[in-house]
């Protein structure tokens, strides 16, 4: 059997995984704090018709003879690079201008990362709490949800570039929105900022959100690491997807004449075994 059948194959394969990265790249173009994949790509094994010692006359070779046997997707890397920030009329709306991640509660009470910071507010038992759209809790820097009084408005409620949480006082002065912790100490609420040592490591689980893995690290709490650079929040703005249109519809044509190209590999093979079949003696 001609190895280009199965070399082919395997680049057929790849950029079918290529153009399937690149698809859900251009349909979360509009995904507020979306990420883009890119496609990486690893040569297999190399099979050696001849050696770099010597040839068949026993004289010294200076280069080998190797024949590839074609390619694998090696990962799909997420590219974390800064997306556009939008302006919106919903005060609730945080962008972060940085490294950071937001960090929520899902509903089985895992706290997972995001850079989605369209937040609503939603009634609970004693004021309001700020939620994701699925209506998972947004947690401050003591993995604490925030939640507003039932005193003050949702407009009352500013978030400054440090992420620090405040309510408007009677005289329209700003008062920093605490909290108390278990052990009774009381804290100024913050919102609670994180950043990995690998976040192309974070395990993507869907609806924008990441979860650590080993390969991400442990999050670090950007309030409890001043050496980290400090991210910025910016309230009243939404964080766009990072997906350049332009770069997509380049990277989508190369992937489809590489996968014609392999397919045509594969068709020259077959035309070339149906010769040979028809060979007589």
């Not at 992420?163 to 005289?171: L, P």
Request: charged share 20%; aromatic share 6%.
């Amino acid at each position: 059997m001609m190895r280009s059948l199965w070399t082919a194959a395997s680049g057929m394969l790849a950029q079918q995984t290529n153009l399937d990265t690149i698809s859900n790249n251009l349909a979360n173009v509009n995904t507020a704090g979306y990420k883009k994949d890119t496609v990486e790509f690893k040569s297999l094994l190399y099979q050696t018709l001849q050696s770099t010692s010597t040839n068949a006359a026993g004289e010294n070779k200076p280069v080998p003879a190797q024949v590839g046997l074609g390619t694998r997707t090696a990962s799909i890397t997420t590219v974390f690079a800064q997306g556009g920030l939008q302006e919106s009329p919903n005060d609730t709306y945080m962008a972060i201008e940085g490294s950071g991640f937001f960090k929520v509660r899902d509903m089985d009470g895992n706290i997972c990362y995001t850079r989605d910071g369209s937040f609503r507010v939603q009634p609970v038992e004693n004021g309001t709490m700020l939620c994701t759209a699925e209506g998972y809790p947004v947690l401050d820097q003591n993995n604490n949800p925030i939640i507003i009084p039932a005193e003050y408005r949702t407009d009352d409620v500013t978030v400054d570039k440090e992420g620090n949480i405040f309510v408007a006082g009677a005289n329209g002065d700003k008062i920093p929105l605490t909290d108390v912790l278990p052990d009774g100490q009381i804290y100024n609420k913050k919102m609670g900022l994180v950043q990995f040592n690998n976040p192309a490591g974070l395990d993507s689980v869907g609806g924008n959100l990441y979860r650590e893995t080993v390969a991400s690290g442990a999050p670090l709490e950007e309030s409890a690491n001043p050496g980290l650079a400090q991210s910025l929040v910016h309230q009243g703005y939404i964080e766009m997807s990072n997906v350049q249109v332009a770069d997509e519809m380049v990277n989508m044509i190369v992937a489809q004449r590489a996968y014609e190209m392999n397919s045509k590999a594969i068709k020259a093979s077959d035309e070339m075994l149906q010769q040979a079949n028809n060979l007589r003696g």
